[in-house]
């Protein structure tokens, strides 16, 4: 495997649950600090507001459909 650029700025992040897990993955779209900082700040807001949404009002989830207010 070739890696080009330092630092890599792809990122990923996952949630494992007993019965669910979450995964996210965000592409840096080039290498350099700016990318890195940008992709892990796209992970962050999506994982923060996807559990918001969907964990926060709800003990369990039931379904993939989700009422959005």
């Known amino acids: 495997m070739l890696l080009a650029g330092d630092p890599i700025a792809d990122c990923f992040a996952y949630v494992a649950r007993k019965n669910n897990a979450l995964l996210i993955v965000a592409d840096g779209v080039n290498w350099g600090e700016k990318s890195k900082i940008a992709a892990r700040c796209a992970i962050n807001?999506?994982?923060n507001?996807?559990?918001s949404?969907?964990?926060v009002d709800m003990n369990t989830l039931y379904s993939t459909q989700v009422n959005i207010r």
């Open 49 to 51: 507001h996807i559990h």
């Open 53 to 55: 949404s969907i964990f």
């Open 45 to 47: 807001a999506a994982v």
